[in-house]
């Protein structure tokens, strides 16, 4: 079973930077689109960002302009670039693969901004 790594996550203060990366283990096939997703306690998991294989983007409102997602094909990599980090972007962040068979969720790593 593929699973996928993420890694990035930490304590930044208000209008700093954080770059998060996740790694399958291994080999995925037919990838329709890689996401970010966020979740903050007593709040449901909501989508942050996600990219198509044609690199299509989309992001939630709150992050516009401040956030980045990007892909490697060759590596099934996706990572999401923070800029201007807010307290509110407080949470745990998951990485998600959705392919025509399944979809993969990574483990989750936390970012907690300082105000």
């Known amino acids: 079973q593929v699973q996928l790594v993420e890694s990035g996550g930490g304590l930044v203060q208000a209008g700093g930077s954080l770059r998060l990366s996740c790694v399958p283990s291994?080999?995925?096939?037919?990838?329709?689109?890689m996401g970010w997703y966020r979740q903050a306690p007593g709040i449901e998991r909501e989508l942050v960002a996600a990219?198509?294989?044609?690199?299509?983007?989309a992001y939630t409102d709150s992050v516009k302009g401040r956030f980045t997602i990007s892909r490697d094909n060759a590596k099934n990599m996706v990572d999401l670039q923070m800029n201007s980090l807010k307290p509110e972007d407080t949470a745990v962040y998951y990485c998600?693969?959705?392919?025509?068979?399944?979809?993969?969720w990574g483990q989750g790593t936390q970012v907690t901004v300082s105000s």
């Open positions: 990219i198509t294989g044609g690199g299509n983007t």
């Open positions: 998600r693969i959705h392919t025509l068979h399944m979809t993969f």
């Open positions: 291994g080999r995925i096939f037919s990838i329709i689109d």
